[in-house]
């Protein structure tokens, strides 16, 4: 049976923004208010479908560290995904300005990367809260912005549906493809040795060259 196709992201941000609670709620549906920062980077997978169509991949998902001194490890671990969620804190909004330091980055180095600006912990976020300089440079930058709490849960499902929607159909048919010739040479192969082994049964003295 051929499985979900594998689909790299990274998440990117300032230290505390919430980026492993968020992660954690999306592939546990925990949360743990004393989450420690991550040190370099984490790795997970998850299976998941999407809420809105048939669709199903294995998200391989890197979560780096936000403090300053790991910086110049980071871009490693964002090479060659597919996606990157860069997320700031919508209790603090100061640390939007981060965000715009890793969008500049992933625009310089990566040319198929997509990029999402996610603004973590929503259930913290003021009725009064000035998002107009945030929604400005989404607009003209052509950057998707969504409001996730790893807290309550809310915006996440919608976050990694809408990134499995918005997958391009060669991504599927070409993996599926691809699998399904991987498993027909295998079987192939399997086969060729079973004849090669029925074949020395049937007539064990047709290689033997003893007197």
């Known amino acids: 049976m051929v499985g979900p196709p594998p689909y790299k992201l990274v998440l990117l941000g300032d230290s505390s923004v919430g980026k492993t609670s968020l992660v954690h709620r999306f592939a546990t549906d925990n949360f743990d208010e004393h989450t420690a920062n991550t040190i370099g980077a984490a790795f ?4 998941y479908d ?15 560290a936000g403090q300053e001194r790991y910086r110049s490890l980071t871009p490693m671990y964002y090479r060659n995904a597919k996606i990157a969620l860069v ?6 909004l100061d640390s939007f300005d981060k965000c715009k330091y890793w969008i500049d980055q992933l625009n310089t180095t990566e040319d ?25 440079f989404c607009n003209s930058n ?5 409001k996730t709490s790893a807290k309550s849960g ?18 599927f048919t070409d993996y599926n493809e691809r699998q399904i010739q991987e498993e027909e040479a295998s079987r192939n192969g399997s086969f060729g040795t079973i004849d090669f ?15």
Do not use: H
């Open 44 to 47: 997970i997978t998850k299976e």
């Open 142 to 146: 052509n950057i998707p912005q969504y």
């Open 50 to 64: 999407s809420t809105n169509t048939d669709r199903k991949v294995k998200f391989e998902i890197w979560d780096t």
């Open 154 to 171: 809310s915006g996440i499902p919608e976050l990694f549906s809408a990134i499995i929607d918005e997958i391009d159909e060669s991504i």
């Open 112 to 136: 198929n990367i997509q990029i999402k600006l996610v603004g973590n912990k929503s259930d913290l976020l003021a009725e009064d809260a000035d998002m107009e300089t945030i929604e400005e």
């Open 87 to 92: 997320c700031y804190d919508l209790s603090n």
């Open 197 to 211: 082994l029925n074949a020395r049964f049937r007539n064990p003295d047709a290689s033997s060259t003893c007197c």
